[in-house]
C-alpha cells in the first residue's frame, strides 16, 4: 500500500516536473507569434539573460528572459511596457506612479527620470514571474501583463 502510494506520488511528482520545463526564447517567440504579436525581435543580452521586443494591441513591449541555462532555458521572467514622456517628471508624476503601485495588486509601475530636464523620462509599468515548480509560460501570463498594462494606462490617463 505504502510502496503504491510512494510510486504514485513520485510519477506526479516527475510528471509536473517536465511539465514545469522552463521556457527558451524560441518558445516565447512561437507563442507570441500565436498570439498576433508583431515586429518581434529577440536579443542575448549576456549568457543568462535574452530580451524579446514585440508590438501587440497596439503597444511595444518586452518579455526579457533571465537565469537561462546553457541549454537556453530561463525559469526568471519579466514582461514590460515603457512610454517616452517629453519634459521633465513633476511632482504629480510620482504621486501618480505611486498611487498605482497602490491600489493595483499586480504589476509595478516605474518612472526613471533623466539626467538631464531636455531628454525626457519614462515611465513603464512591468510584471514579473517565475517559472520553477508549477509555473510555464502561456497565454495566461501574457493576457494577465495586458490586463495590467490597460490598467496602467486608464490609470495614467485619469485626471486629479
Known sequence: MFKSLALAISAVTLASAAAADP???????ALLQSMDSTNIA??????ATVRIDANREGYNFTFRLMDCNA???????MLFA???MPGAPDIDDYIKINEYN??????RAFL???ESDEDGYVIGVDYAFITADENKIGEEEVKFFFVILNSFVSHMQEEG
Open 112 to 114: 526613471i527620470s533623466s
Open 71 to 77: 541549454e537556453e532555458r530561463c525559469v526568471s521572467n
Open 42 to 47: 529577440t536579443e542575448w543580452l549576456d549568457d
Open 23 to 29: 521556457a527558451g526564447p524560441e518558445d516565447v517567440v
Open 102 to 107: 497602490d491600489n493595483y495588486p499586480f504589476g
Open 82 to 84: 515603457t512610454f517616452d
